[in-house]
């Protein structure tokens, strides 16, 4: 099969490679549809060396979309069939460490161990080829009102509706989204889904101009102090939660000073550098920060947010390459050519 090959930082190819065969509990299935992430731009960098990926050669890529080919032993018995049209998600988790028995399998104690866990397109082989394998623990159903397209979008999706989660957010709730990019775009979404009363977006470009196009109140946070600004519109009392998706350093001090007393910041955005944060600020007025690491079990529960158009996946699809144009496709990503948000390739 075609595959996606990564030897080195920056080094990639399509190569001919052995197409895989599935184990027990198991499934192979055809990708007809990857949508370039983040972290795999961070991970073809070579951002997170000895990590992800542990080593080289790897094939990246986890946010897939397909159908299955072909069943390992038991995939049957669990009801999969030849043809199910599925979508995947990263983690491959043990199953049994006190993290997975909790549901929490997303902070698996033995991530990385091999032979217990996988993380399909971070430490194992993933999904930017024509044909991948993965547990059944990680590929779910993908409903008929959905195409391949929005399927690739799912895992992206549930990593939202994870973040909104973990911000705590109660109905009429004011929730700011620090980061108008794909994930904050879908975090804006979910957090409406979840009942907030008033979503404000801070951003700039046309990423916000964006939000602002999907009916969300925007903050353009270079036209002035955009802490002053969530205050000015909240009557003085800053914002219940903050849901952090840029990871950068004055968007996560930003997002602690605009806090209510008591209110929560879930940080999904990784920085690639230090912050310095206010610790006074969160001990006196007993503000929260949290972090959001993926997802555990959310993809089940996003689809119906997707199928009923709540949270609006497929409007963030934005341009669409052949995996032999991946290095097109990248850039495009990248450089946020002609307003790329999520950028799809079809092996």
Known sequence: MKALV?????????????????GPN??????????????????????????????????PGHEWSGEVVELGEGAATLGWRVGDRVA??????CGFCRKCVEGRYNLCENYGVEGLHRQYGHNYQGSYAEFVVHGLKSVFHLPDELSFHEGALLDPASIALHTANRGGIRSGDTVVVMGPGPIGLLAADAARALGAGKVLVVGRGSRLAKAAELGHETIDYTEGDPVEAVRSRTDGFGCDVVLECAGVPDSLRWSIAMLHRGGRCAVVGIPVEGVALSLQELVLYEKELVGVRATAGGMPRVMPFVVDGRIRAGELHTHTFPLEQFAEALDTFNERRGGALKVIVEP
């Not at 192979?28 to 960098?45: E, K, M, Q, S, W």
């Not at 995947?88 to 988790?93: K, L, N, Q, R």
């Open 6 to 22: 990564l030897t080195a930082p920056n080094e990639f190819s399509i190569e001919e490679v052995e197409k895989p065969s599935p």
């Open 26 to 59: 198991e499934v192979l299935c055809r990708v007809r549809a990857v949508a370039i992430c983040g972290t795999d731009a961070h991970l073809i960098r070579g951002d997170y060396p000895g990590f992800w990926p542990p080593r080289y050669p790897f094939v």
């Open 88 to 93: 995947g998600t990263s983690h491959d988790a």
